[in-house]
């Protein structure tokens, strides 16, 4: 799920569009960003409570602009699930991404790094001690002009993005499912040249 607007829209809130997520036992990673960074938790409309991990992170080339990462484990699902984050500036520019992760159980780990342009946008390692769900964040540097793209490797496939030109915060999400405990990371690579926060989380099986 991906949901955005751009920057002078006015609204209180973003939320996702509606979908049917399992009743129980599914993890929620829900990773915001934001034009103007606050440590807002995001909510849904299932009564789940969000946790937040590290901490929001803002990008060197736009110190007041960054991401957030948080997580449900065990989420209750319903039909018409919506997760919803808050605009504390109601005209900020937002892309709130969500990713059900079904069967999901703990949140292994978390790894947060920002690469500048012109090194290889390769992501911290995860670790994980048996198979797991490995979901990737690219949220890139570049400025307004130009569609963008971005591509992972290492059998990554990307399930949602925004990579249109403009005032907007430009984010691509990727999913790679993998069989044994390893420790497992992504390079992404972009059009224009540009710098990118890149998470990177594994949540194995309850």
């Known amino acids: 799920m991906l949901s955005f607007n751009r920057d002078g829209v006015s609204s209180p809130s973003l939320s996702t569009s509606p979908i049917s997520t399992r009743a129980s036992g599914s993890t929620l990673l829900v990773c915001v960003g934001r034009g103007l960074l606050a440590a807002s ?23 007041s602009s960054g991401t957030g ?12 699930h919506v997760v919803t984050a808050e605009k504390p500036k109601v005209t ?11 069967n999901g159980g703990l949140v292994r ?6 690469v500048l ?3 290889p946008l390769t992501s ?23 569609d963008k793209t971005a591509v992972p490797d290492s059998g990554f496939t990307v399930i949602d993005s925004v990579l249109a030109a403009g005032a907007l915060v430009q ?19 972009s059009t224009p040249q ?13």
């Open 41 to 63: 938790v995001p909510t849904d409309n299932a009564g789940n409570a969000f946790v937040q991990f590290d901490v929001p992170h803002t990008y060197t080339l736009w110190p």
């Open 194 to 206: 540009q710098g990118a926060q890149l998470w990177l989380a594994a949540v194995q099986a309850a």
């Open 69 to 80: 990462l948080y997580a449900c484990a065990q989420a209750l699902g319903r039909d018409g």
């Open 109 to 114: 780990d978390v790894q947060w790094r920002e």
């Open 124 to 146: 911290a390692s995860v670790t994980t001690s048996g198979p797991a769900l490995l979901v990737a964040w690219w949220w890139g540097d570049a400025g307004v002009d130009l």
């Open 171 to 189: 984010c691509a999400v990727a999913v790679r499912q993998v069989d044994a405990a390893g420790t497992y990371n992504v390079t992404w690579t």
């Open 92 to 102: 900020d520019e937002t892309t709130l991404t969500a990713v059900e992760v079904i």
């Open 117 to 119: 342009s012109g090194q």
